[in-house]
């Protein structure tokens, strides 16, 4: 399961959003994957994700295997899309 999402808050991800994604997705037992710029991450890593240097207009392919793949890549789509309540 995978699904693209763009970076839409204005500061992009730093250490807030970033938190927010990990804390997200380790409550799924599935693998979770950030895909961008070329680089893929393991979305359970908030070094991992900081290191992508997501800015604002970032296009993002999150994508996870496992029994609740879909509910994990859905849950994070919904937090990116929701600009992690910064707006």
């Known amino acids: 399961m995978e699904q693209k999402v763009i970076i839409s808050n204005k500061a992009g ?5 970033a938190s927010m994604l990990v804390q997200a997705a380790t409550k799924f037992k599935s693998k979770i994957k950030l895909t961008a710029k070329g680089k893929t991450v393991d979305a359970k890593s908030i070094l991992m994700i900081m290191s992508m240097g997501l800015v604002n207009g ?9 029994d609740d793949a879909d509910k994990a890549v859905t849950t994070l789509k919904d937090l990116v899309n929701s600009k992690f309540g910064e707006e």
């Open 13 to 17: 991800i730093h250490a807030r959003p």
């Open 58 to 66: 970032t296009e993002v392919v999150i994508s996870a295997e496992g």
